[in-house]
């Protein structure tokens, strides 16, 4: 695998850590009292909410905040529910906000590093109920907004497909302006961050500091366990 002239990441478990144990029992919190429901049953609600999401994008879907309003409006009988749709989802969206997310160590370094000899650089994310303008929001917070292409920061919701379908890849690599065989995507996943950066002809690197994916997906090039080992492992100085 060549030097590339751009790198994409992961977003969760590689750039970002989500800090969100308490997700459900704090987002519950935030949206029983819009909702005029009990903790509990808004809770219950978001469990089934998640497995729903988890089973769509196994599928190859997106299922995110939108979605989900819908299903809330309806299972709590909101009144005006069809009007409320959009302040509902910009709720959900938000209500995962300020739960310890927080950078990988050693990504600003990284980052920064990259940036500095020269390597463009663009997010692949897939999104849950926090979308892609909410983690463009955790970047600019961390300073590390500017040092990305913005037009290769590629989110699941925005794009309409999460990975590893080639349309999110090809996204973030028109964005970057770059062909794939110089590219390289990192992030923790075999199945959709390996798998879909190999179909496309791009260089893999699978993080694994913060979740070590066992499954039997491809591997990628590289393996590492610290992020601060980036830049040797693909020969940037």
């Not at 970002?16 to 909702?35: C, K, N």
């Not at 302040?87 to 950078?103: A, H, M, N, Y």
């Not at 028109?174 to 002809?201: F, I, Q």
């Amino acid at each position: 695998m060549s030097t590339p002239l751009a790198v994409t990441f992961d977003f969760w478990n590689t750039l970002f850590r989500s800090g969100e144990g308490a997700a459900p029992q704090v987002r519950a919190r935030r949206l029983a009292p819009w909702l005029r429901t009990s903790e509990a049953a808004v809770q219950a609600a978001l469990v089934e909410g998640f497995e729903r999401h988890v089973a769509e994008w196994r599928a190859g879907r997106h299922w995110g905040a939108r979605e989900f309003a819908r299903e809330l409006l309806n299972r709590f009988s909101v009144d005006g529910r069809f009007g409320r749709l959009d302040e509902l989802t910009r709720l959900i969206e938000i209500s995962g906000v300020g739960l310890g997310e927080r950078p990988v160590d050693g990504a600003r370094e990284v980052v920064e590093k990259l940036r500095g000899a020269g390597v463009k650089l663009g997010v692949i994310s897939d999104t849950g109920f926090s979308p892609g303008r909410v983690l463009r929001g955790f970047l600019a917070r961390a300073g590390l907004l500017h040092r990305f292409e913005r037009a290769a920061l590629t989110f699941s919701d925005e794009v309409g497909v999460p990975k590893p379908n080639p349309r999110i890849f090809q996204a973030a690599l028109d964005g970057l302006g770059v062909e794939p065989k110089l590219a390289v995507h990192v992030g923790d996943l075999r199945a959709t961050d390996v798998a879909g950066a190999r179909a496309m002809g791009m260089g893999a690197v699978r993080f694994m500091g913060c979740y070590n994916d066992g499954s039997g997906g491809p591997e990628a090039n590289i393996v590492i366990s610290r992020l601060e080992d980036l830049p040797a492992a693909l020969d940037i100085h």
